[in-house]
């Protein structure tokens, strides 16, 4: 009996399903995954996904919010190293851009507006992104203590466009890791002394 035959016997089916997923996930982009794939990596019968999962794009919903609570948690590690406010905003960004870089289809993923609907998340991905945005306005609200709350929803958006793009063009091999530090070493040195 082949392994994608065998019954399916998983406690935690949700749980064996997302980490076969996820390993998948760092060799083969979301657009090559299927149930199937998934069923085989985890060692399970080709139906038992859909005990969990009625279809594929439920799997990857979860699968995103996976992956954006990782990139969370290692931006807030990075804040969390200490240092004063340009350093820790420099950390953060630095860690949103090596997620990237080591976990490119899993960071493109999180941003597929097919799986997070922008304006539209799962309720999980919106605790994700709640918390993202509420680090960067900490940091933004160091730097620019003076700035008014529009000022500072105004910095925040250039600070995560900048970083995103940067994290783009480092994974797509437009722009080399090693340009990201003084890159973003430049922008933080737009707030004030």
Not at 30 to 45: D, F, M, T
Not at 70 to 86: H, S, T
Not at 126 to 148: F, K, R, S
Not at 152 to 169: F, I, R, Y
Request: aromatic share 4%.
């Amino acid at each position: 009996m082949s392994r994608s035959a065998a019954p399916y016997h998983h406690g935690n089916l949700a749980e064996a399903l997302e980490t076969a997923a996820r390993e998948l996930l760092e060799r083969h982009s979301a657009a090559e995954l299927s149930l199937r794939e998934v069923a085989r990596q985890a060692g399970v019968s080709h139906n038992a996904p859909y005990h969990h999962y009625g279809d594929r794009a439920s799997l990857l919903k979860s699968l995103a919010a996976r992956a954006m609570a990782e990139l969370v948690e290692a931006q807030q590690q990075a804040a969390d190293a200490g240092g004063d406010a340009r350093g820790r905003l420099l950390a953060v960004g630095l860690a949103y851009v090596d997620y990237a870089v080591e976990h490119s289809h899993a960071f493109a993923l999180i941003y597929d507006p097919e799986v997070c609907v922008p304006g539209d998340p799962s309720s999980t991905m919106a605790e994700l992104i709640d918390a993202n945005h509420t680090l960067l306005a900490q940091l933004v609200a160091e730097l620019w203590p003076q700035a008014d709350e529009a000022g500072q929803a105004a910095h925040a958006a250039a600070l995560w466009s900048t970083v995103h793009g940067l994290a783009q063009l480092v994974t797509a091999g437009h722009l080399p890791r090693e340009a990201v530090t003084p890159a973003l070493a430049t922008l933080s040195t737009t707030a004030p002394a």
